[in-house]
């Protein structure tokens, strides 16, 4: 999540793949579109959700950097450990 004080920032499908092509993660439609559905427990991959308005899945982009940069983090610290 942003910040406390700042304002979010929802970006859908499209935008979040920028993001992460941004980041070096590099994903096709089809993938993006799989972390947005609901799996078969009825969860989601990333948290997406459907905006009220428009009726497309958003994601806020904090949110999306930090679940990556968590699992980075989390990995570095298993590498450490051996």
Same mark, same amino acid.
């Not at 999540?1 to 920028?18: F, K, T």
């Not at 699992?71 to 051996?82: S, V, W």
């Given at each position: 999540?942003? $910040?406390? $004080? ?5 970006? *859908? ?8 092509? *941004?980041?070096?993660? /590099?994903? +096709? /439609? ?6 947005? *559905?609901k799996?078969? +427990? ?11 308005i *428009?009726?497309?899945?958003?994601? /806020? ?8 940069? /968590? ?5 570095? +610290? ?5």
């Amino acid at each position: 999540m942003s $910040g406390a $004080g700042s304002i979010p920032c929802y970006v *859908d499908l499209d935008q979040a793949r920028e993001v992460l092509a *941004d980041m070096g993660v /590099e994903l +096709n /439609e089809r993938q993006m579109k799989r972390a947005a *559905d609901k799996g078969p +427990n009825g969860s989601r991959k990333l948290p997406f959700f459907v905006d009220p308005i *428009d009726g497309r899945l958003k994601i /806020e982009k904090g949110t999306l950097v930090k679940i990556y940069r /968590e699992l980075q983090i989390e990995a570095e +610290n298993k590498y450490g450990r051996k």
